[in-house]
């Protein structure tokens, strides 16, 4: 897959719930609407269900879902944490450091 930010090819990250895609150019992490395990140990539901729309971002270019061929949707959720949203497949990509606060994303 594509690095939704900077389009790359993404590397697959093995993880002890999951598989995660993580970008080895700007390192962004894409997780797939399925992965809902880690959505939920990581309690991104309520972020995500309660995200509104952010003003800017540090990226000049929206993030693009390369499969579904349209831009992502900039949203802030819960606890400030900024990521993008494709209303298409549902995927969530977080940009380097929009998960550094949560424990299992640090030491990737
Ligand atoms: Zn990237
Ligand atoms: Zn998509």
Known sequence: MKCPACESEM???DLPMVEIDRCGGCGGIVLDKGETEVIDSLGLAPVIEQGVARGGTTRTTAAHCYPCGQDMVALRGAG?????????????????????????????
């Not at 944490?81 to 929009?98: K, N, P, T």
Request: glycine share 6%; charged share 35%; proline share 0%.
């Open 11 to 13: 590397a697959v990250v």
């Open 80 to 108: 400030d944490i900024e990521y993008d949203w494709c209303a298409g497949c549902e995927r969530l990509f977080f940009d380097r450091g929009e998960l550094s606060e949560l424990d299992a994303f640090v030491d990737l």
